[in-house]
């Protein structure tokens, strides 16, 4: 990780939000010149790239027309839209900490500088930056490269003349970051050569900033913050590991706490008793997980990522089943079915009743989600990178079952719940993976699918092909998917 001493920050959708100035703003100049423009949200579209460039691609404006579109639309924003626009709750508090650590921050934005003073003025946002820099209202420096040069000629060479580039073979590239919600700050700043981070609050579609190859996409100022200047590096050096162990498994001791307490006491098996446990675990690692849970930045994250869990709910429940059915299956065949999951309840006899459902199929997954992904997992990934954050989540919740048969069952469904996590950004993905992975043991053990037979092949050979498809359309390609 770079250790970035000069941060250049887009302005809108970056900084503050400006849907409504904008996007209204453009309506006028539509509506005036006979276009159709009644839907606000198709128009945000035109939040981060230059106007020239959207009123040309959206409505296929020739130059003449575009001029015009362009005059109409500061004719609004000049009076009124500057004004309609809001930044983002947390955003005084980060730039503080950053100015507080030394760094060196300017604005990147393709907005007409006029306008970008008014905006940082009226919010109490222009004591933050020494450097400001946007486009000019004839035209000039409209491009976000040409834009990002000139921030650069402004703090590493000012007496050099604009446009004039040889000074960039001295810039130290390496300790600069461009951050932006679109992709042009992204594409602008690789042709620069410097890294980029991209930020999901703003106005990015799904999968923009990922093939726009963004060094690092953040979904809010806390992870902003860790990556800039908490760094997992510096959280590990001033961090005992001990006490990022005992961090990472307070979900579990409180699991297993919890689950030792009543089995101690409830040694007549009482169902009422029985029940008790999962849902007192439950609250508790509910707060907890409340309470570590990264605040978002923008209702847009909330709301992207409902919309993903909808979109994903159908394949989420699909591969699920696939992979649990598979796998029972698989297990019958070698012969090792007696210590596996769906044998170990009927041992119990608690499958043929209606509480196996509610206890095992809908209870304990929700506990279990909490302690392992919620908890475990997402704790894992404050301290350490991602991959190892799944693996040792995974391999926790494989160990958690109990033997070896179990262990790698539980360790191929752990990584599938921390990709599905990671995926969706929603705890309910993980719910629904969960849930229906065990009612399709519960049910599958029920009407004796996991036996071995020509039918179970066949089943095998189908429910392989669903798991291979729902999984490639979930992780594999999701940037053909547009909001």
Known sequence: MNQYRYILFDLDGTLTDPKEGITKSVQYACQTLGYEAKNLNKLEAFIGPPLKVSFRDLYGMDDETVSEAIRLYRERFQKVGV???IPYKGIHEVLDDLVKEGYVLAIASSKPK????IVLKHFSLEKHFEYVVGSELDGTRDSKTEVIYEALRLIFSPDTKEGDLSFLEEVPKELVLMVGDRKYDILSAGEVGIDAMGVLYGYAKEGELEEAKATYIVENFEQMRTILFLNNKQISATKPAILKTADVLLPLFIFWGISLLFRYTNKASNIWIT????MIAGILLTVLYQKRKIKEVSYKIVDRNRKLVIRYLLPTALLAIAVAIGMNI???MLGIKDVSFSNGIVQEGKLFSIYSFALFGVLYPVVEELTFRGGIYQQMKTYYPDSIAIIVSAVLFGAYHGNIVQF?????????????????KHFASVLVFHISANMAVLVGTNVGLYTVSTISTLILAIVGGTAIICGYYMFLAPGKRKN
């Open 275 to 278: 029940f008790l446990e999962p």
């Open 83 to 85: 004004y309609e626009n």
């Open 408 to 424: 790698v069952y539980g360790t191929i469904m752990g990584v599938l719940l921390a990709l599905v996590y990671r995926r969706v």
């Open 330 to 332: 698989a297990l019958e």
């Open 114 to 117: 006029h306008f970008v003073d």
